[in-house]
């Protein structure tokens, strides 16, 4: 049963444009969100994150966005350039649980000139 | 200076061999993991250690032993390996839970 879901496995978008990836999660007891990012034959990095007391966080060109009500975040990166291009892996925490990150299945972006 | 190292890299063998596979991290965190990456692209934990002690052991088979030497160190050894064991081995390490450290991880393939 998949908890965290990425249902876009794909999206390709202009350099200087916005590129929004999105995230679903079913479990309401959830309340740490996060985001990795996967470059070829590297591990995931922490890219940013969002307690769920929060509705954004913003860290230079990268925003997320938590809707509780509609379990789903997302990732907006403005402007997107050609080295955001990798694999971004949206994960949940619940705070009893804080050592067992979850996973969706990720979303490769692709920025061209 | 790579803050978690894995090796080896790349792990071809044979069905019923056994092999590990190690993990050392140098950024002082008391916890560290072991995630697999399958064929789908699902990145399940396996594993979590934390201060030598396990945490967490999800539903991998017994064939699956971790050992984790000192805290800086987590070994994932596998015996009578099988075909479904081939994919992708990541370890990790973070302080707070949150945010991980990962490896560059270890591509088994098994035949």
Not at chain 1, 23 to 35: A, E, G, H, P, R
Not at chain 2, 16 to 35: P, R, V
Not at chain 2, 87 to 99: I, M, P, R, T
Request: glycine share 6%; aromatic share 12%; net charge neutral.
């Amino acid at each position: 049963d998949q908890q965290v879901k990425q249902n876009s496995p794909s999206l390709s978008v202009q350099e200087g444009r916005i590129s929004i990836l999105n995230c679903d999660y079913t479990n309401s007891m959830f309340d740490y969100f996060l985001w990795y990012k996967k470059y070829p034959a590297e591990g995931p990095t922490f890219l940013i994150s969002i307690s769920s007391i929060k509705d954004k966080n913003e860290d230079g060109r990268f925003t997320v966005f938590l809707n509780k009500s509609a379990k789903h975040l997302s990732l907006h990166i403005v402007p997107s350039q050609p080295g955001d291009s990798a694999v971004y892996f949206c994960a949940a925490l619940m705070e009893y649980n804080t050592d067992k990150l979850i996973f969706g299945t990720g979303t490769r972006l692709q920025v061209f000139p | 200076d790579t803050a978690v190292s894995q090796t080896p890299k790349y792990l071809v063998t044979q069905m019923g061999n056994d092999k590990s596979i190690k993990c050392e991290q140098n950024l002082g965190h008391d916890t560290m993991y072991w995630y697999k990456q399958d064929s789908k692209k699902f990145l399940k934990i396996m594993f979590s250690y934390n201060n030598k002690e396990l945490i967490i052991n999800e539903t991998v088979p017994n064939r699956f032993s971790p050992k984790s030497p000192d805290k800086a160190h987590l070994n994932l050894h596998i015996n009578s390996l099988e075909l479904g064991d081939s994919a992708v081995y990541f370890c990790a390490s973070s302080q707070d839970g949150e945010k991980l450290f990962f490896g560059s991880g270890t591509q088994l393939s098994v035949l």
